[in-house]
């Protein structure tokens, strides 16, 4: 094995008037190792090296080479190019636990080479969404998972409840259930200037919250051996939301080509009343400088399904280490230093999930010495929803490829241009295709 | 040996050997990939031979001619209709003395813009919340956004926009250069005899014009496939594929699904389909060529 | 009024209105660079620019201001200067080639000569998609990934099919008694060709050059698998530097786009006159 001279330094870190638990720091001496690494880029991703890596390097002597920066889905085709042409000529990656199964065992096994303690500080249900066959092949960044969002003053407002109560024949609170979510979502609408909600609506983002709301309708999308059964009552129930949403012009009529970045921008403007978004959003949504609805925003957990679960669609974006890279012990020691105490407060800062309990502790304790109440009600939202609702997609490396036979066929329901039981059904029988070559049975 | 550096070959070598490295040796390899099950994650498979079998599956796969189909239409609808206002706006600067090299190199400005910008534009263009497109006919009153890129028929029509508003210069500037290069005696006499002026376009004009027709026919036949950016940055092949041209189709299969075997199968098939329009085209072009010469 | 100043009228009104339907497209995208991002973003739209500024320049080049956490800027000048070389470079050496190539064509009878012309077009169909893997592991293995020399030596293929045309219909028009007597005066092949023949087909060859950079300039989906780096990234390329996971810079994307638009226009305006003359000759005579 791999020998590793890790100079292990307890030290106890104080963030604000907080005093974390001690952390286990993983320091070396790596004058003259040069590591290359590749990165997922974008605005708010990059803060976080633009910290970490003068960090580390003063610290280590080592030296940090950028390779390549962009966003995830052009950083996984290159990836796989690599892959393909026999070159990885890299150390440090970015990654994330939906994709990480697709790489095969270009990763190395973590576990082998991160010391016990310092995955000790790691939240242990992270760590297994980070394992593949048994292989911890990457260290998790920041966790990810979407509450529903919503305009205040829209719940309080006497009239509307009035409405409501009479039309509904039950009080107008945020909504608990998917069926409220309709149901208010409906009420609210008045299109094209207002909209009741809105929904992600293409590629791995609609296949994933139809996948999130099947297993929260108590279904799942396959049996133990990889078989798809999606195409089931809880299947048929889902699909139906969506369309039913899009028939009562309830969501926007662009619905099918918003990504996030659409639902993110449309909820800031002031045109939405209900918003199942991810954690990074809150600070934006909350800057009077971007968001019209900024002051008014109210956050609930994630609504339940009729199978009494809640929706918990989760990810977590992470960094992983080479098979082929020479230098693992000081890549080990960077790849603890990006998820670190000091790297994660950073990111939590921006409003994003931590993936040690440390730091969930620091920064609740830190927005209440701020008496921000606002970040405190997120930070607490997204806390309880990670530690109970989360759950991952099937961890396989077909599930990308299983997200695109699947969304051209959930669109085309949602458009009419097919019945739910149709199109899940074609659905299913190209999932099982891409199985049954994948050799599941 | 004088002979041979006499000869055509030695002229024709550097191009021979350029094109042989850098585009047949990979069509080869890929050619190879679509005999077997490739897949990018995992590189063994490259020596996997398993015959016909991503081609058996492609004939009966109905996604993909639909696709195929929907390429054909596009490009045959794209390209004509480039071809008409190309050879309008040609006609309308040709009237044109004064300025006209200005107007030249505006008519040009669309050439500027690369595909991939093109496709963003367009899609911000046609975004029915704050597009210029609905934006625009808001302050007609037409209050209900349009979906553009939703619908099936205005999806693939807004696309075409683009694809036109990109590429008609390049038929109109072929098709101008040929219109300045028509000998001015015949429609002279033309005129004497007393025709008018839509017989002198029917009888003189356009013969002598159809080979420029046919080359700008072949040229842009040859660069279809740049309609990929524009396509992929505007709808991706959605929504429900009502958008699916082979190239989305193509590029998804091979990097997102990482099946390069059955991407490069795929590739294969619109390879003839460019093959078909580019001969086709050319031997028209040929034919223009003779009839121009015998006359 | 007479006729034909309504005609000259008429004429003038369908050229200003098509120039307009040409321009708008392209000027919005200059403009939005120039606009503050609430404006681009503004529902009901803002139509006059309330104020225009430089302000995604600014981020571009050096950087974000506090607020967009840590946006770095982007090596606008690197992707430029990448650009520019692999331009020029591709596009000298694909016209010198192809120029060559089109030559022997035009001067030689051979077997099968239409059949190995329409084959070298050919090459042009084949899709970037169907290629880009292919080159990728073949340059992956020699080493000439995220190089200038290898994606220059894509472009030189891309480009010399069309160059071939061209030139080739431009020295048929040339007789070859022109060469023949200035052989007889002592001429070499070599100094005959350079003296006469070049010099009359240099508009052809103008012509297959802006063709060629423009292509060059403009090309996206096979240099990004080929380019990984500020080593050999080109502005096209860059364009995706605005894309983040989810979101896109729409102004700061149209900012480096008039970076992209502008030189190409120069370089149009000025070879704009051999353009015409050169499409004319090279294409109706092959």
């Keep these: 094995?791999?020998?590793?001279?890790?100079?292990?330094?307890?030290?106890?870190?104080?963030?604000?008037?907080?005093?974390?638990?001690?952390?286990?720091?993983?320091?070396?001496?790596?004058?003259?190792?040069?590591?290359?690494?590749?990165?997922?880029?974008?605005?708010?991703?990059?803060?976080?090296?633009?910290?970490?890596?003068?960090?580390?390097?003063?610290?280590?002597?080592?030296?940090?080479?950028?390779?390549?920066?962009?966003?995830?889905?052009?950083?996984?085709?290159?990836?796989?190019?690599?892959?393909?042409?026999?070159?990885?000529?890299?150390?440090?990656?970015?990654?994330?636990?939906?994709?990480?199964?697709?790489?095969?065992?270009?990763?190395?096994?973590?576990?082998?080479?991160?010391?016990?303690?310092?995955?000790?500080?790691?939240?242990?249900?992270?760590?297994?969404?980070?394992?593949?066959?048994?292989?911890?092949?990457?260290?998790?960044?920041?966790?990810?998972?979407?509450?529903?969002?919503?305009?205040?003053?829209?719940?309080?407002?006497?009239?509307?409840?009035?409405?409501?109560?009479?039309?509904?024949?039950?009080?107008?609170?945020?909504?608990?259930?998917?069926?409220?979510?309709?149901?208010?979502?409906?009420?609210?609408?008045?299109?094209?200037?207002?909209?009741?909600?809105?929904?992600?609506?293409?590629?791995?983002?609609?296949?994933?919250?139809?996948?999130?709301?099947?297993?929260?309708?108590?279904?799942?999308?396959?049996?133990?051996?990889?078989?798809?059964?999606?195409?089931?009552?809880?299947?048929?129930?889902?699909?139906?939301?969506?369309?039913?949403?899009?028939?009562?012009?309830?969501?926007?009529?662009?619905?099918?080509?918003?990504?996030?970045?659409?639902?993110?921008?449309?909820?800031?403007?002031?045109?939405?009343?209900?918003?199942?978004?991810?954690?990074?959003?809150?600070?934006?949504?909350?800057?009077?400088?971007?968001?019209?609805?900024a002051g008014d925003i109210g956050l609930v957990r994630a609504p339940m399904g009729s199978g009494g679960l809640r929706t918990g669609w989760s990810g977590s974006h992470s960094f992983s280490m080479t098979e082929s890279c020479p230098d693992k012990e000081a890549a080990a020691s960077f790849l603890w230093a990006l998820t670190s105490n000091k790297a994660q407060m950073i990111e939590a800062r921006g409003g994003l999930s931590p993936t040690r309990p440390a730091i969930w502790d620091a920064i609740i304790a830190e927005k209440k010495a701020e008496g921000d109440e606002f970040m405190l009600m997120v930070f607490e939202t997204f806390k309880m929803s990670l530690a109970e609702d989360a759950f991952t997609p099937p961890l396989i490396p077909e599930w990308i490829e299983f997200t695109n036979v699947l969304y051209p066929e959930l669109q085309a329901a949602i458009l009419g241009d097919k019945s739910p039981e149709d199109a899940l059904a074609t659905a299913s029988k190209k999932a099982t295709e891409i199985m049954e070559d994948a050799g599941y049975f | 040996m004088r002979k041979f550096l006499n000869g055509p070959w030695v002229l024709l070598m550097p191009t021979l050997i350029i094109l042989t490295c850098v585009v047949?040796?990979?069509?080869?390899?890929?050619?190879?990939?679509?005999?077997?099950?490739?897949?990018?994650?995992?590189?063994?498979?490259?020596?996997?031979?398993?015959?016909?079998?991503?081609?058996?599956?492609?004939?009966?796969?109905?996604?993909?001619?639909?696709?195929?189909?929907?390429?054909?239409?596009?490009?045959?609808?794209?390209?004509?209709?480039?071809?008409?206002?190309?050879?309008?706006?040609?006609?309308?600067?040709?009237?044109?003395?004064?300025?006209?090299?200005?107007?030249?190199?505006?008519?040009?400005?669309?050439?500027?813009?690369?595909?991939?910008?093109?496709?963003?534009?367009?899609?911000?263009?046609?975004?029915?919340?704050?597009?210029?497109?609905?934006?625009?006919?808001?302050?007609?009153?037409?209050?209900?956004?349009?979906?553009?890129?939703?619908?099936?028929?205005?999806?693939?029509?807004?696309?075409?926009?683009a694809e036109i508003w990109s590429s008609t210069s390049v038929f109109a500037i072929l098709l101008l250069a040929g219109l300045l290069g028509i000998p001015k005696d015949p429609i002279e006499a033309a005129k004497v005899d007393g025709c008018n002026s839509w017989q002198v376009f029917k009888n003189i004009t356009l013969p002598f014009l159809m080979p420029f027709v046919f080359i700008a026919m072949t040229i842009r036949s040859l660069d279809v496939a740049r309609a990929y950016d524009i396509v992929q940055m505007m709808t991706g092949g959605g929504p429900a594929k009502r958008t699916e041209l082979l190239w989305t189709l193509i590029s998804r299969t091979g990097y997102v699904d990482a099946k390069m075997g059955m991407a490069n199968a795929m590739s294969y098939i619109s390879i003839f389909l460019s093959i078909a329009f580019t001969f086709f085209f050319f031997y028209k072009l040929v034919e223009a060529r003779q009839r121009l010469s015998y006359e | 009024m007479n006729k034909k100043q309504i005609n000259n009228i008429l004429i003038w009104f369908s050229a200003i209105v098509l120039i307009i339907l040409i321009m708008t497209p392209g000027l919005w995208v200059v403009l939005t660079a120039f606009r503050p991002q609430v404006d681009v973003m503004a529902k009901p739209a803002v139509w006059i620019p309330r104020n225009l500024n430089l302000i995604q320049f600014e981020t571009m080049l050096f950087g974000g201001s506090e607020g967009s956490m840590g946006r770095s800027p982007i090596p606008v000048l690197s992707y430029l200067r990448n650009s520019l070389i692999i331009s020029f470079t591709s596009t000298f050496i694909a016209v010198l080639v192809g120029t060559i190539g089109g030559y022997g064509f035009a001067r030689h009878n051979f077997k099968h000569k239409n059949k190995y012309f329409l084959l070298i077009m050919l090459t042009r169909t084949i899709p970037g998609i169907s290629l880009s893997l292919p080159i990728f592991i073949i340059f992956s293995k020699i080493g000439l990934i995220d190089t200038h020399i290898g994606i220059i030596l894509v472009f030189v293929a891309l480009n010399i099919p069309f160059t071939i045309w061209l030139t080739d219909?431009?020295?048929?028009?040339?007789?070859?008694?022109?060469?023949?007597?200035?052989?007889?005066?002592?001429?070499?092949?070599?100094?005959?060709?350079?003296?006469?023949?070049?010099?009359?087909?240099?508009?052809?060859?103008?012509?297959?050059?802006?063709?060629?950079?423009?292509?060059?300039?403009?090309?996206?989906?096979?240099?990004?698998?080929?380019?990984?780096?500020?080593?050999?990234?080109?502005?096209?390329?860059?364009?995706?530097?605005?894309?983040?996971?989810?979101?896109?810079?729409?102004?700061?994307?149209?900012?480096?786009?008039?970076?992209?638009?502008?030189?190409?226009?120069?370089?149009?305006?000025?070879?704009?006159?051999?353009?015409?003359?050169?499409?004319?000759?090279?294409?109706?005579?092959?």
């Design chain 1, 1 to 293: 094995m791999l020998r590793l001279f890790l100079s292990l330094v307890l030290a106890v870190s104080f963030f604000g008037s907080f005093s974390a638990k001690a952390e286990t720091e993983l320091w070396g001496d790596y004058s003259g190792v040069t590591l290359r690494v590749k990165l997922i880029g974008g605005g708010q991703y990059e803060g976080l090296y633009n910290e970490v890596i003068p960090w580390w390097e003063e610290n280590t002597g080592g030296k940090i080479e950028i390779v390549t920066q962009k966003n995830h889905f052009e950083l996984d085709k290159e990836i796989k190019k690599d892959i393909a042409s026999g070159n990885l000529d890299f150390c440090v990656a970015s990654n994330h636990t939906s994709f990480a199964s697709q790489y095969g065992n270009i990763y190395t096994d973590l576990n082998n080479i991160m010391p016990a303690s310092v995955l000790a500080d790691y939240t242990p249900l992270i760590l297994e969404h980070s394992t593949v066959d048994g292989r911890l092949v990457q260290m998790p960044r920041h966790s990810d998972v979407s509450n529903l969002y919503y305009q205040k003053s829209l719940y309080e407002d006497a009239d509307n409840k009035a409405n409501f109560k009479a039309k509904y024949g039950y009080d107008l609170t945020p909504p608990e259930t998917w069926d409220q979510v309709k149901d208010q979502a409906i009420f609210f609408s008045n299109p094209p200037d207002f909209y009741g909600t809105q929904y992600v609506g293409k590629e791995e983002a609609i296949a994933g919250r139809f996948y999130e709301l099947v297993i929260a309708n108590g279904g799942a999308l396959f049996d133990e051996d990889y078989r798809p059964i999606f195409n089931s009552a809880a299947g048929v129930e889902a699909l139906q939301w969506f369309i039913d949403l899009y028939n009562a012009k309830a969501v926007p009529d662009g619905v099918l080509n918003y990504l996030w970045d659409d639902t993110g921008l449309g909820f800031a403007s002031g045109t939405i009343a209900m918003n199942l978004d991810w954690a990074g959003w809150a600070g934006f949504f909350n800057d009077p400088e971007n968001s019209k609805v």
């Design chain 2, 24 to 161: 047949l040796l990979p069509l080869l390899l890929s050619l190879w990939t679509s005999f077997t099950p490739f897949k990018l994650t995992k590189p063994d498979t490259l020596y996997r031979f398993v015959g016909f079998r991503n081609y058996e599956r492609l004939i009966g796969d109905i996604d993909f001619w639909i696709a195929f189909g929907r390429t054909v239409l596009f490009l045959a609808i794209a390209l004509n209709l480039e071809l008409v206002f190309g050879l309008g706006i040609a006609l309308l600067i040709n009237k044109i003395t004064y300025g006209q090299r200005t107007l030249r190199t505006l008519m040009m400005f669309p050439m500027m813009f690369s595909p991939i910008l093109v496709g963003f534009q367009w899609k911000y263009i046609f975004n029915d919340n704050i597009g210029l497109m609905n934006n625009f006919l808001r302050e007609f009153g037409v209050i209900q956004p349009i979906p553009w890129l939703v619908d099936g028929i205005l999806a693939n029509t807004s696309i075409m926009a």
């Design chain 3, 169 to 286: 219909g431009f020295f048929r028009q040339i007789p070859r008694a022109m060469s023949e007597v200035a052989m007889t005066d002592g001429c070499t092949k070599l100094q005959a060709f350079w003296h006469i023949e070049l010099p009359l087909s240099r508009s052809g060859i103008a012509s297959a050059g802006i063709f060629a950079f423009l292509i060059s300039w403009n090309e996206y989906a096979l240099v990004s698998n080929l380019a990984r780096s500020t080593d050999s990234k080109t502005l096209t390329v860059g364009l995706m530097d605005f894309t983040a996971q989810f979101t896109i810079n729409w102004p700061g994307m149209c900012a480096l786009a008039v970076f992209i638009i502008i030189p190409a226009l120069i370089l149009t305006f000025m070879v704009q006159k051999h353009l015409v003359t050169g499409l004319t000759f090279g294409g109706v005579k092959g």
